[in-house]
């Protein structure tokens, strides 16, 4: 079986992660002077967070670091009785080697608040032994006793240039055929998320080919329809956008054509009044798919506000 080209692919060292340069030198200093900190890592999907921790425990650790890093995701493992048994089971034993061990918490935003509180204790008690890198989409979820105790790093979607860099890196190692415009395809639906990039990129490569069409035909984007869809319900064509519309949630969730939707908004040429008018309309219909409303009916009530808006300008 072909192994995931987002293992086969991630970084073993710190100086190898893209687009996270001013973290890495961060990291890079705090592994020469052996002086790690709890940390708490911050930003969205696929940015590199779970492969800089696991390049920081190779680097400190060698051929050890498996025996002194303990990985665990807490959206699965959320409860109270995770930090009390294995967290603090971890974290009590010594560290092979001597010095500290690494518990590696992914999505700890999902941990429950009496879990945290418990972690909160236990990052206090085995402080000499154990450093903690807590890995979350939202600091704000994080209770301030856990925030005041760790050194904050900022993670953001990677750029353009580096994601696709990387890409071209990959698709060289697998003899891949792959144009510009597919990389750049690839990186405009999946927005500087790595991980959902790679994982694009081998699923479109079934026979050694690359293009822009499998790429939109794979993934859960349609710019190009979508903005016909818009420009349609904004010169007052309501059926045209209304046909469009139901072409596109034979293919796609509402929840993917309405992000697209708000993306698009930005890139339109109207004064910032209207694009303001169009963003807030935007939103609400967000939060009614959210809430779980039948997603045809809200997206065509919206195409019709824009339809009516579009005729009085």
Excluded at 3 to 27: A, M
Excluded at 84 to 98: E, L, P, S
Excluded at 139 to 163: M, N, V
Aim: net charge neutral; with cysteine.
């Amino acid at each position: 079986m072909e192994e995931l080209w987002t293992e086969k692919y991630r970084p073993k060292r710190l100086n190898e992660v893209v687009g996270q340069s001013s973290i890495v030198q961060r990291l890079q200093t705090l592994l020469e002077r052996k002086a790690l900190p709890h940390c708490l890592f911050v930003g969205p999907a696929g940015v590199g967070k779970t492969t800089c921790a696991l390049a920081l425990a190779r680097e400190l650790f060698g051929e050890s670091w498996h025996s002194n890093f303990l990985e665990l995701n807490a959206s699965d493992e959320r409860g109270i009785d995770t930090v009390r048994n294995k967290v603090k089971d971890f974290a009590r034993t010594m560290a092979v080697g001597g010095g500290f061990k690494i518990v590696y918490l992914d999505e700890a935003d999902a941990l429950t608040k009496d879990a945290q509180h418990a972690l909160r204790r236990v990052m206090e008690i085995f402080s000499d032994g154990c450093r903690f890198i807590l890995a979350v989409n939202y600091s704000s979820r994080i209770i301030a006793p856990i925030q005041s105790r760790c050194a904050i790093f900022k993670f953001g979607p990677l750029k353009a240039q580096d994601a696709t860099a990387f890409l071209k890196r990959i698709a060289a190692g697998e003899n891949l055929s792959a144009d510009d415009s597919a990389m750049n395809a690839i990186y405009d639906v999946t927005g500087g998320d790595m991980r959902r990039a790679i994982n694009l990129l081998q699923s479109s490569s079934i026979d050694g080919a690359v293009s822009r069409e499998r790429i939109l035909e794979l993934s859960t984007k349609d710019p190009e329809r979508v903005a016909r869809m818009l420009d349609a319900a904004l010169n007052g064509k309501f059926k045209d956008a209304r046909e469009v519309l139901l072409a596109l949630l034979a293919e796609l969730s509402g929840e993917d054509i309405i992000k697209e939707l708000h993306t698009q908004v930005f890139e339109l040429k109207l004064p910032d009044e209207r694009k303001i008018a169009l963003i807030e309309r935007v939103g609400e219909c967000e939060f009614r798919l959210v809430e779980g409303c039948d997603p045809r009916v809200q997206l065509e009530a919206l195409l019709a506000q824009i339809a009516v808006a579009g005729k009085k300008t």
